[in-house]
């Protein structure tokens, strides 16, 4: 079993930055690809982006703005230029496959962190 702990979500204005972390505990030998997604009200769960070893993915919304990171353990999100469309529940989530950006193909997941971003 792998749990997954997401940290760093709040309220910030358009044009600002948030980073995003996800740790890990558990069977963490067993993760090669760790990924975020996010979900607005009344919308489906959509990826955002996933590292596995130092290759990251990005989703086209958010590439230039967005930076998927290895930290010591964690793994990061580095969010600027926020946009008032990026407002979601951001997830962790983590696979023990190649890299993928569909929902259903990855085994676990946080419980999600808030991201507000103010017009």
């Known amino acids: 079993q792998v749990q997954l702990v997401e940290s760093g979500g709040g309220l910030v204005q358009a044009g600002g930055s948030l980073r995003l972390s996800c740790a890990a505990s558990?069977?963490?030998?067993?993760?090669?690809?760790t990924a975020w997604f996010r979900q607005a009200p009344g919308e489906e769960r959509e990826f955002v982006a996933a590292?596995?070893?130092?290759t990251p993915r990005y989703a086209d919304s958010v590439k230039g703005r967005f930076t998927i990171s290895n930290n010591h353990g964690a793994v990061d999100l580095q969010m600027t230029n926020l946009k008032p469309e990026d407002t979601a529940v951001y997830y962790c989530?983590?696979?023990?496959?190649?890299?993928?950006?569909?929902?259903?193909?990855?085994?676990?997941w946080g419980q999600g962190t808030q991201v507000t971003v103010a017009s």
């Open positions: 989530a983590a696979r023990t496959a190649s890299v993928a950006a569909r929902t259903t193909q990855y085994d676990a």
């Open positions: 558990g069977r963490t030998f067993a993760i090669y690809t």
């Open positions: 590292i596995s070893g130092d």
